[in-house]
């Protein structure tokens, strides 16, 4: 076994600089890792995407701090906007994991999919709109925030891919789009987390270490494992240009909505 425990080092590793640089939650490497961990150790297959989601989860609250704080210290966050989304992202996060017992996700993660693929190419041309109002509406930010609390909770993920754009499009720079996306990124963790505990699925009792949808041992090995590097990866994202950032974002962007869709119809 000494061979997972050292996969899921380096899987925390990166987890912790995808956190701090881009200010998501890393779930999109997480969730397919742990797909990967919970077939390897034989978990009933029915109940996996439920634990790989509810464990990613689990995970970020602490994988995201360290960046977000030093973003915070950065001065690239806008507290406004994380009080004004706060309440909002928690429950529907909450309520999500509700959901993800009772429903087919089949259609809503490839409409995910296509979403991220359209947020990548905004984000990578950098397209903007003709006029941008630094003050987003209140009720157009809850209507958001519901969403992104919904979707982000129902497939494993911190929110980062879907905030950061919106950030941007709404006129906040690249990098205090990233550092607010990182402290909202905290919320989700710990909202999806609280979700994962109270709608576990039928079956999770039974396995080990198990608590809720998370896995232990893989919540610790992995979360305590990228506590540093999630605060580099802030360090560097501060110090690098906005265009690179941009195009490196986009990327990663699209990798998660071609993992999606894997996931999806494979």
Same mark, same amino acid.
């Given at each position: 076994?000494?061979?997972?425990?050292?996969?899921?080092?380096?899987?925390?590793?990166?987890?912790g &600089?995808?956190?701090?640089f881009?200010?998501i939650?890393?779930g999109?490497i997480?969730?397919? +890792?742990?797909f990967? &961990?919970?077939?390897?150790?034989?978990?009933?297959?029915?109940?996996i995407p439920l634990? %790989?989601?509810?464990?990613?989860?689990t995970?970020m609250?602490?994988?995201?701090?360290?960046?977000?704080f030093t973003? =915070?210290f950065n001065s690239?966050?806008?507290?406004?906007?994380v009080?004004?989304m706060?309440?909002?992202?928690?429950?529907?996060t909450?309520f999500?994991?509700? $959901?993800?017992?009772?429903m087919?996700?089949?259609?809503? #993660?490839?409409?995910?999919?296509?979403?991220?693929?359209?947020?990548?190419?905004q984000?990578?041309?950098?397209? #903007?709109?003709?006029?941008?109002t630094p003050?987003i509406?209140?009720?157009?930010? +809850?209507l958001a925030?519901?969403?992104?609390?919904l979707?982000?909770?129902l $497939?494993?993920?911190?929110g980062?891919?879907?905030? $950061?754009p919106?950030?941007t499009?709404?006129?906040?720079s690249?990098?205090e789009?990233?550092g607010?996306s990182? $402290?909202?990124?905290f919320c989700? %963790?710990?909202?999806?987390?609280?979700?994962g505990?109270?709608?576990a699925? #039928?079956?999770s009792?039974?396995?080990n270490?198990?608590?809720?949808?998370?896995?232990?041992? %893989?919540?610790?090995?992995v979360?305590?494992?990228s506590? =540093?590097? +999630?605060?580099?990866? %802030?360090?560097i994202?501060?110090?690098?240009?906005?265009k690179?950032?941009?195009l490196a974002?986009?990327?990663?962007v699209?990798?998660?909505?071609?993992?999606?869709? =894997?996931?999806?119809?494979?």
């Open positions: 076994m000494i061979e997972i425990f050292l996969l899921l080092v380096v899987l925390g590793i990166f987890a &600089l995808l956190s701090g881009f200010g939650g890393s999109v997480l969730v397919p +890792a742990y990967f &961990l919970f077939n390897f150790l034989n978990f009933p297959s029915e109940i634990l %790989a989601t509810g464990t990613s989860m995970t609250v602490l994988v995201i701090p360290n960046a977000a973003h =915070y690239n966050v806008n507290l406004e906007i009080k004004k706060f309440l909002f992202v928690f429950c529907f909450i999500a994991r509700y $959901v993800a017992l009772q087919e996700s089949v259609t809503l #993660q490839l409409i995910i999919a296509i979403s991220l693929v359209i947020a990548a190419f984000v990578a041309i950098d397209i #903007q709109p003709k006029k941008i003050k509406n209140s009720i157009e930010l +809850a925030s519901c969403g992104i609390g979707i982000t909770s $497939v494993g993920i911190g980062g891919i879907l905030m $950061v919106y950030f499009f709404r006129g906040l690249m990098r789009a990233i607010t990182s $402290v909202m990124g989700i %963790a710990i909202s999806g987390s609280i979700g505990l109270l709608f699925p #039928q079956g009792e039974t396995i270490w198990m608590v809720g949808s998370a896995y232990l041992p %893989a919540v610790l090995i979360g305590l494992s506590i =540093y590097f +999630a605060k580099m990866g %802030a360090k994202s501060n110090k690098t240009s906005s690179n950032l941009r974002f986009a990327f990663v699209i990798v998660s909505a071609v993992r999606i869709i =894997y996931d999806t119809l494979i």
